[in-house]
């Protein structure tokens, strides 16, 4: 906790925006915390990215096993193992909206004014229930009724077909495996690191 903690107050020291820390010890993954943060552009995005390596490393000598995405400066991630940092242009942050995609983990927001705020995990919302209109019973004739049916069956699948989900969100699934790929080849690099001390030490 000290270093996503360390992590977020220097992103705050480059005037990051949105600034949260993710707590995934209670889940099942390959990091113990996210932090999560914004810059305006891509100049911003830089400096938060470059000055939380460089603070880690300098402060708490915590070094930065994997870095991606500097060349097109619109999602940063900083990876320390325990810890992976993600700076998001806010177009960027809105679109893959890791926190609802980890929505099962308390959310540590982070400010100047109000310093470390916990708020508990959500969850998944549960499901709104739609009750079912009563059909009424109308006395028409038969060709009457087969021609009003058909008319707004063929006006709704036209405007489903001129639409596409895919376009407006991503998928939960793939924004996750992506994420959890990056992670794992940062894991297997800190172990390659790791002097032969440390790995007896574990087994």
């Not at 310093?115 to 709104?128: D, E, N, Q, R, S």
Request: overall charge positive; aromatic content about 6%.
């Amino acid at each position: 906790m000290e270093l996503a903690k360390h992590a977020a107050l220097a992103a705050l020291e480059k005037k990051a925006e949105n600034v949260r820390i993710l707590d995934l010890t209670k889940l099942d993954t390959v990091t113990d915390y996210f932090v999560v943060c914004t810059g305006e552009v891509n100049q911003q995005v830089r400096a938060i990215a470059t000055h939380i390596e460089k603070s880690a490393r300098d402060k708490l000598g915590e070094k930065a096993y994997h870095k991606e995405g500097m060349d097109s400066l619109n999602w940063v991630l900083v990876d320390f193992v325990d810890v992976v940092v993600h700076v998001f242009r806010p177009s960027f942050r809105d679109y893959y909206r890791l926190e609802d995609l980890w929505s099962d983990a308390d959310v540590i927001e982070v400010s100047d004014e109000e310093g470390f705020v916990t708020i508990p995990a959500m969850g998944k919302l549960p499901k709104k229930t739609v009750k079912k209109p009563v059909k009424k019973k109308v006395a028409a004739k038969k060709g009457a009724t087969k021609k009003a049916a058909k008319k707004p069956v063929k006006k709704a699948a036209k405007k489903s077909a001129g639409t596409s989900v895919s376009k407006t969100a991503p998928k939960k699934k793939v924004v996750k495996k992506v994420v959890k790929k990056v992670v794992k080849k940062t894991v297997k690099k800190a172990v390659k690191k790791a002097p032969a001390s440390k790995k007896k030490a574990k087994s």
